[in-house]
């Protein structure tokens, strides 16, 4: 079962300022007489920091299924057995972490490790994982 992450008010203004910031870089950059090669350089990480932010936005989500929970954000991947996960408790923990919300949970798993998500539907999302437990 496939869960959205939730996503904060204040996080989509954060985004937009940034990626406007790095477009008028951009945009500041070829306007300019500046060197061709800092002009590659702007332009190329300007693209990349966008289409990164973009991407985190567009595709953080958490997928529980076939024993694993499977979290996704952006071009990033972690895979959890759900038989490694020790505890979920609910949390509001700033780290970073594949969660666009501060309404979290943290997953302990394993030997001491954990990751944070913030799925829209906490309580389905609960439900989901043990309902994994159960059949495996």
Do not use: H, Q
Request: aromatic share 12%.
């Amino acid at each position: 079962m496939r869960f959205n992450s939730k996503v904060d008010g204040w996080l989509i203004p954060v985004i937009v300022i940034a990626i406007a910031g790095m477009l008028a870089a951009f945009v500041a950059v070829l306007i300019e007489d500046t060197p061709l090669w800092l002009k590659l350089v702007v332009s190329f990480t300007s693209v990349l920091f966008c289409g990164f932010l973009f991407a985190v936005l567009m595709s953080t989500y958490y997928v529980v299924a076939d024993g694993v929970l499977r979290i996704v954000s952006g071009p990033f991947r972690w895979k959890v057995a759900i038989s490694d996960i020790v505890e979920i408790t609910p949390t509001r923990n700033p780290v970073s972490s594949p969660a666009l919300s501060l309404d979290r949970l943290k997953i302990s798993y394993g030997n001491r490790r954990f990751v944070l998500v913030s799925p829209a539907d906490k309580d389905g999302f609960n439900r989901a994982i043990e309902l994994e437990r159960s059949v495996s």
